[in-house]
Structure formats: structure tokens, C-alpha cells
């Protein structure tokens, strides 16, 4: 593996991870530079990919779709699988409402290979290695083996999970409930022997995705909120933010503001930890809304807190203030008084 584009990977799947999509971008590509300039098919595919998923999610389709053409010329020539390209595409064409391309592309996803290594089931020790001849040898690389092979059954199932998820979400956004919850137990069931946090997440969504469907809003924003939990736990801080504001609206619908309140909050607050100040200061408004439609007295003074530290972040910077809430605000109230205390 060659250390520069290892480094540069490494660095744009962390940014990635946080939501720091531009050095993300930045990283990736010096991966895709690297990975041409010494012409490996599959790193190149690889980048390009990772490319493509930082375009989605800044909503740039067009240039992500052009990216996933190049992936997939790379990684077939690696002879490598295009699987999660196909995956990929499938997002990009729900979110633009084109249903049937979007089931065609899932249908080529579920016709590759599991994007797992071919040769994770192989023993590690070479062809003349004593193992394959000594008993005391042969117990540790036996026990590699296994160990190989479970991943590589997990990454198939991880996968196959993917797949039915993926026509669990386009049998949902077309009210095709039956479907939906069929496909959604076929990935429970494959899931239940795969440790991955990231697929516990995406489970939790799809399960939200079909409550909204049913017009189930309460149990849709409880799948929301374990999906946020799961993406921590991932280690993919970069959506929890769009899991929470989807449960706040859920709750919303749901005639829980005391609850959509508490979770735009949290929307707002991590805008503000990652330094996003005027962005954290765009959810306040809604947020006190909700806070003050259900009377919940916790959720103003939690938000004339946050109000306060944007206030005092913005001034360390030089920044102008923002505009004030209305004077009538609960919210301005509360931070006066925090001022004079």
C-alpha cells in the first residue's frame, strides 16, 4: 500500500466523517492523484468513489454521477466490484425523484459482487509455508482463516443488507408498504450477525422511512433518534445533524414540540461545535417556536445559553452581532438575565 495515498485516504475519511466536506474533498483528491500517477485501478476507483459521496452530499449530482463513471471504469479494470457505485447512484436518482432508474440501479447493485476482498477467506501464510505441513504450525493459521472468513461472511451480508435496504427506502418513497417491510426484514435478519454500527444506522433510518409512510410519526422520529445514536457511535458525526432534524419534525408532526424542540436544539448546538456560528443561529428561531408552544421553560434557557455563546464566538472573531430575536422573545429574556448574572 503505497503511505502517501494511505495519508491522504486517512485524512479525507476523517474529514468526510466530521462533515468537513471541502478538506475532504481536498484529501480525496490528492488520493486520486497519487493513485493515477502510479496507475493503480483500484485506488483510483476507490477516490473516485469517495469523490462522488462528498459531491452527493453537497448536492452537486451531476459532477457526484460523473465521478461514479469513473469509478466504475477503474474498478472494473481492478476487477475489483462496482457494487456500492450502483448503490450510490440508486441515492442520487431517489433524490431527484427518478423512482424507476433508481430500482434499475439498485437491480445492478444487487447483480455485483460484494465489494469485499476476494481473497479474505485465504490463509495468509504463503504456498510453502510449514504450516500446511506441521500440526503446531497449521493450528494458528487455521484459526486466521476462520477468523478471514467470517469477515468476508459479514461483509457479504453487510452488503446483501444494502441492497434490500436500498428497495426497502424506494418501496417506502412510493407508499408501497408491503414491499418495503419485506425487504426491511430481509436486511434485519442479515444484519442480526453483522457487527457494524454504520448498518445499524441506515437500518434505523429505512424503519423511520416506512413509519412516515404509514403516517406513523411517533415511532418514525424514535427510529430517527436511534439512527443519530448508531451514526455517533460510527463515527460518522456528519449526519447525525440531518437524523435529528428529520426526528424534530417527526415529533413535530407527532404534536410533540417538547421533543422537536429539544432536538433542534441539538442541531444547533453542533453547528456551532463545529464553528458553523451564523448556521447554529438559523435554527433558533424554529427551535424557540417549539419551546414556546409547549411552554417548556428548560428548552428557552437552554437556547438562550447557546444564543449567549454564539453571541461572545462571533465577538471573538470580529463578527457583526446577529439580529436580535423579538423583544417579546422569551428567549431574548433569558439572555438578559444570564447577562446580569
Not at 34 to 44: F, H, K, L, T, V
Not at 78 to 83: C, D, I, L, T, Y
Not at 209 to 236: C, P, S, T, V
Request: glycine share 4%.
Amino acid at each position: 500500500m503505497d503511505t502517501s495515498l494511505t495519508r491522504f485516504a486517512s485524512s479525507g475519511h476523517e474529514a468526510f466523517a466530521e462533515g468537513d466536506l471541502d478538506v475532504a474533498i481536498a484529501q480525496y483528491r490528492k488520493a486520486l492523484h497519487r493513485a493515477w500517477s502510479i496507475d493503480d485501478p483500484y485506488e483510483s476507483g476507490t477516490s473516485a468513489y469517495n469523490l462522488a459521496a462528498c459531491m452527493t452530499s453537497l448536492s452537486k449530482n451531476q459532477e457526484a454521477r460523473d465521478w461514479l463513471v469513473d469509478a466504475r471504469v477503474e474498478l472494473c479494470r481492478a476487477k475489483s466490484s462496482a457494487g456500492n457505485t450502483w448503490l450510490l447512484e440508486a441515492k442520487i436518482a431517489q433524490q431527484e425523484c427518478r423512482f424507476e432508474e433508481a430500482k434499475t440501479f439498485v437491480d445492478r447493485a444487487a447483480c455485483s459482487q460484494p465489494p469485499c476482498d476476494a481473497g479474505s477467506g485465504d490463509c495468509l501464510c504463503g504456498p510453502k509455508d510449514p504450516c500446511k505441513e506441521s500440526c503446531v504450525m497449521r493450528i494458528p493459521c487455521v484459526g486466521s482463516r476462520v477468523k478471514q472468513k467470517k469477515a468476508a461472511e459479514q461483509c457479504e451480508d453487510d452488503y446483501t443488507a444494502q441492497i434490500h435496504l436500498a428497495r426497502a427506502r424506494l418501496a417506502a418513497e412510493t407508499y408501497e408498504i408491503e414491499c418495503a417491510e419485506m425487504h426491511f426484514a430481509c436486511a434485519c435478519e442479515l444484519a442480526a450477525d453483522v457487527c457494524s454500527e454504520s448498518l445499524q444506522a441506515e437500518l434505523q433510518n429505512v424503519a423511520a422511512m416506512i413509519h412516515l409512510a404509514k403516517g406513523e410519526y411517533l415511532q418514525a422520529a424514535w427510529h430517527f433518534d436511534n439512527e443519530a445514536k448508531h451514526l455517533r457511535l460510527a463515527g460518522n458525526y456528519r449526519e447525525i445533524p440531518v437524523a435529528l432534524e428529520l426526528a424534530s419534525a417527526a415529533y413535530e408532526q407527532a404534536e410533540r414540540a417538547d421533543l422537536a424542540a429539544s432536538r433542534m436544539c441539538r442541531v444547533a448546538r453542533i453547528w456551532f461545535g463545529r464553528g458553523e456560528f451564523k448556521k447554529s443561529w438559523s435554527y433558533l428561531p424554529q427551535a424557540l417556536c417549539l419551546a414556546e408552544h409547549c411552554r417548556c421553560q428548560s428548552a428557552k434557557i437552554r437556547l438562550a445559553l447557546l444564543a449567549k455563546e454564539i453571541e461572545l464566538a462571533l465577538a471573538d472573531q470580529g463578527e457583526p452581532m446577529l439580529p436580535k430575536p423579538p423583544k417579546d422573545s422569551l428567549l431574548l429574556d433569558n439572555s438578559e438575565n444570564l447577562e446580569s448574572s
